[in-house]
């Protein structure tokens, strides 16, 4: 939402300021500059990556405009969950969730919280360390090394769309000049005719340059930041898992395992020590 409003607000501005200085709206609609520009910055996204890359492209530009699924509630449900996990373990044993995490999907646990279970890079990050704490063959602090090379490499992939978007991004300006250049050229072959047919294809010329500079710091970049936030989100989402398990494996009882887990929550969101207990207490997950 807010960034349709921070595009709406840029748009306004820039289109406002010009009406004011009395400029002509329709001196800036020029669909061949905009062909030039667009099309080009498509296509060298489109040189620059791969299929993958492209999907997690699109979508990461969705996500963009989609409100953040990283909430208090959303972090009090995973709370729950942990308890949920670390109780089980201690009272049966680690083994009892072998079979939670073999089957998530049929998991008598997993199965109460729908929305972590549709997180299916976050199951499997809970599922595939909790194996390994399972099999006896792994301490804790060769699950933390683990948990954060799983991070690390999901991290890297995440921003590989962000980088293809910034690069698409700078790389718009000098794309405005190109479309400026081919306006050059067309207005010296347009010498020598009337004077306000020339007015006007220097006039579009310069709105490529315009449209260049404006796609790039209004628009695309913008985006671009946006986009690693969101990532960044999604990186403290998986540390909040991880410390959770690495405390509980390393000893810790479940509340106070859940607590050292809350604790690395961003302060926007984090729920207070009282909305943890409370929910902790809660044996089924608020709707």
């Not at 997690?56 to 996990?85: C, H, Q, W």
């Not at 690069?167 to 306006?183: E, N, S, Y």
Request: hydrophobic share 45%; aromatic share 6%; glycine share 10%.
């Amino acid at each position: 939402m807010f960034a349709i409003i921070g595009m709406l607000v840029v748009l306004g501005a820039v289109v406002g300021g010009y009406l004011l200085e009395h400029g002509q709206l329709a001196v800036l609609i020029q669909p061949a500059e905009l062909v030039i520009i667009g099309g080009a910055a498509i296509g060298t996204v489109l040189v620059a990556n791969p299929l993958p890359t492209l999907i997690a492209l699109a979508k990461g530009i969705v996500s963009v405009f989609l409100p953040s699924p990283y909430t208090k509630d959303f972090y009090l449900e995973n709370i729950r969950m942990l308890n949920m996990l670390f109780t089980t373990a201690r009272k049966e044993g680690l083994p009892r969730l072998e079979t939670d995490t073999d089957e998530p999907q049929k998991s008598q646990i997993f199965t109460k919280f729908p929305k972590f279970l549709k997180n299916h890079h976050a199951l499997y990050f809970v599922c595939d360390t909790l194996r390994m704490a399972i099999s006896g063959g792994a301490n804790h602090h060769d699950l933390d090394q683990v948990m954060e090379l799983d991070m690390e490499v999901h991290h890297r992939e995440s921003d590989q769309p962000v980088s293809a978007l910034t690069t698409m991004a700078d790389a718009l300006p000098g794309l405005g000049i190109v479309a400026a250049v081919l306006g050059v050229v067309i207005t010296m072959g347009a010498l020598g005719g009337p004077p306000e047919e020339i007015g006007h294809k220097v006039a579009a010329a310069l709105v490529g340059t315009f449209l260049g500079i404006l796609m790039c710091y209004g628009f695309f970049g913008p985006l671009a930041s946006h986009m690693g936030k969101v990532n960044q989100r999604d990186h403290e989402y998986l540390n909040f898992l991880r410390v959770g398990i690495v405390s509980f494996v390393k000893g810790a009882s479940p509340i106070v395992a859940v607590e050292v887990a809350r604790r690395v929550i961003p302060h926007g969101v984090r729920p207070s020590f009282k909305e943890m207990e409370a929910a902790c207490k809660n044996k089924a997950p608020q709707s």
